[in-house]
């Protein structure tokens, strides 16, 4: 009749694990290198923009604004932003 045996619905259960499986197989080291070329991009925007900014003040020979922008690295930075500054 319409009824499916169990021996058939443990083959397609089967079938969907296998595939879920290896989805994940092809994923998860896909997002990571999503995660990573995203964060490596931001980082270089960061910086183009940053330089950009530098160049516009150095081209009108203007000093930014205290409390507005400022890239010097302050007495009380931490050394991981030292570090960013280089």
């Given amino acids: 009749g319409g009824y499916a045996t ?3 619905l443990s083959g397609g259960i089967y079938k969907s694990l296998l595939t879920t499986a290896a989805g994940l197989v092809v994923a998860t080291p896909t997002f990571v290198a999503y ?3 995203s964060s490596r991009v ?3 925007m960061h910086d183009m923009e ?3 900014i530098e160049i516009v003040q150095m081209l009108t020979e203007t000093e930014p604004e205290s ?3 400022s890239f ?3 007495a009380e930075s931490s050394p991981r932003d030292l ?3 280089k």
């Fill in 42 to 44: 931001n980082t270089l």
């Fill in 72 to 74: 010097q690295p302050s």
């Fill in 35 to 37: 995660s990573y070329l």
């Fill in 50 to 52: 940053r330089a950009g």
């Fill in 6 to 8: 169990v021996t058939e």
């Fill in 83 to 85: 570090r960013r500054e």
């Fill in 67 to 69: 409390g507005i922008i």
